[in-house]
């Protein structure tokens, strides 16, 4: 069965933790993406990665942290720098190889920091 | 990041009624998505578009691409109660592979 996979769907933790949340997928696409997501708002770029074990920030990476160690997969740890860390979370992959600038989103996690 | 913008922010309508919603910049795009996305899920991609002037229908959908490469529309025609959900564009400029996104339209379809 072939796409996105998130997990947990829905995380909570306490205020000062770490977390970190999985993506991962088997697309054999190039390209992976993180965004946050309000509510009202469009969906912002935290990091991005276009091959493995290298990644660039995007415009609301502080307070995150990632890493892309395989081709299928890029965690995102939310740190306790993070100052607003409740949000949506989705991670999504792109197909460098084919000549579309098409981007397909996984199923999200939603994040609650009590 | 620059966020295009989108409007209307919401609608609200009778099902079998016809939706436009539209978003523009001020910077030229060489790409535009639009997306659709459910309560509590990640977007899925409704139309994509790559040259200026193009017109695409995807079922009852139809996306254009505005012929000054800075912005784009969408309309539904004949709505559904399904058809309710977030409406996102996105546009890509030159070779930059990140995608800018609009605030959404929310459309609620009445039965």
């Known amino acids: 069965d072939g796409g996105i996979t998130q997990s947990p769907k829905y995380l909570f933790r306490k205020e000062g933790q770490n977390v970190t949340l999985s993506c991962e997928q088997n697309?054999?696409?190039?390209?992976m993406y993180w965004y946050r997501q309000d509510p009202g708002q469009g969906l912002r770029l935290i990091y991005y990665?276009?091959?493995?074990?290298?990644?660039q920030k995007g415009d609301i990476a502080e307070g995150y942290s990632v890493s892309r160690e395989k081709k299928e997969s890029f965690p995102l740890t939310v740190t306790s720098a993070q100052k607003n860390p409740t949000a949506f979370y989705l991670c999504?992959?792109?197909?460098?190889?084919?000549?579309?600038?098409?981007?397909?989103f996984g199923p999200g996690t939603r994040l609650t920091v009590l | 990041g620059q966020q295009l913008n989108q409007s209307p922010q919401s609608m609200f309508i009778q099902e079998g009624e016809d939706v436009s919603m539209n978003c523009t910049s001020s910077s030229i795009f060489n790409t535009w998505l639009w997306y659709k996305q459910d309560p509590g899920e990640g977007p899925v991609l409704l139309i994509a578009?790559?040259?200026?002037?193009e017109l695409t229908s995807n079922g009852r959908l139809t996306a254009q691409f505005g012929i000054t490469r800075k912005d784009s529309f969408l309309n539904i025609s004949a709505s559904i109660p399904s058809d309710v959900g977030i409406y996102f564009c996105?546009?890509?400029?030159?070779?930059?592979?990140?995608?800018?996104f609009g605030k959404g339209t929310l459309l609620t379809v009445n039965p």
């Open positions: 999504a992959t792109k197909d460098l190889g084919q000549l579309i600038n098409e981007q397909f």
């Open positions: 990665s276009q091959i493995v074990n290298d990644f």
């Open positions: 996105a546009g890509q400029r030159g070779s930059n592979y990140k995608l800018t």
């Open positions: 697309l054999n696409h190039d390209a």
């Open positions: 578009l790559y040259k200026a002037g």
